[in-house]
């Protein structure tokens, strides 16, 4: 069974501080992995995907992932933290059956 | 293209009425997904259709929840006989294929009074 976990219910950063968001994955098949973005009251928008290419993953709004078989990590980062990147984001790990199983979520809190 | 549609946006039902969630799926997508969220709980998998049948419902409480998808129309997520704890907001999500992006709606927030 796959599973993802998310370290950190909340972070906090300082506006234009590094983003680093956790995302550890469990799948007994290759994965294909995604990190999402929820603001308030919205639904769910993609913000990158793994899908066996490149190990570097580049998304929208600067935001980039590294996928780490050896530490079966996918963690999020963004180089500068911007008020507007104040939102809930969570991973996601799918297999070949096609279910997409989601992590808790984090949300990130962007101090002036 | 439109987006995925979720209908309404906000439901309120008293308890042991009955809840209908609708979701139209992007054009063209044919794999709808619906999932619970309640705060501080993430995205919980209720439901994982294709057009007419059931892939994989393992999220699904067994009683008085039901979702289908039928050959025309939107998919439908019903709840019956409504309790407080079924308040949450339930989201859809589509896809065109395997592994692509799924694609979500705004979601429908279910209030029992």
């Known amino acids: 069974a796959q599973s993802v976990t998310q370290l950190g219910s909340h972070v906090s950063v300082s506006e234009g501080a590094l983003v680093l968001l956790r995302c550890n994955y469990s799948?007994?098949?290759?994965?294909?992995l995604f990190w999402y973005v929820q603001y308030p009251n919205q639904g769910l928008q993609l913000l990158l995907k793994?899908?066996?290419?490149?190990?570097l993953v580049k998304g929208i709004n600067g935001f980039e992932a590294e996928f780490k078989k050896s530490e079966t990590s996918f963690h999020l980062t963004k180089p500068s933290a911007h008020m507007s990147d104040a939102a809930e984001y969570f991973c996601?790990?799918?297999?070949?059956?096609?279910?997409?199983?989601f992590g808790t979520g984090t949300k990130l809190q962007v101090i002036p | 293209n439109a987006g995925v549609m979720q209908n309404p946006r906000h439901l309120v039902r008293r308890r042991g009425q009955e809840a209908r969630l609708r979701c139209s799926p992007m054009?063209?997508?044919?794999?709808v997904y619906w999932y619970r969220q309640l705060p501080e709980e993430g995205l919980k998998f209720m439901v994982y259709l294709q057009k007419e049948n059931i892939i994989d419902e393992s999220g699904m409480p067994k009683e008085r929840f039901s979702a289908e998808f039928p050959k025309e129309g939107p998919s439908i997520l019903r709840i019956q006989q409504v309790v407080r704890g079924d308040s949450a907001a339930y989201f859809c999500?589509?896809?065109?294929?395997?592994?692509?992006?799924?694609?979500f709606g705004q979601g429908t927030r279910l209030t029992v009074v």
């Open positions: 999500a589509s896809r065109s294929g395997p592994n692509t992006e799924a694609f």
């Open positions: 799948s007994s098949v290759p994965p294909y």
């Open positions: 054009k063209g997508h044919s794999h």
């Open positions: 996601a790990v799918s297999d070949r059956n096609q279910k997409v199983t």
């Open positions: 793994y899908t066996s290419a490149a190990t």
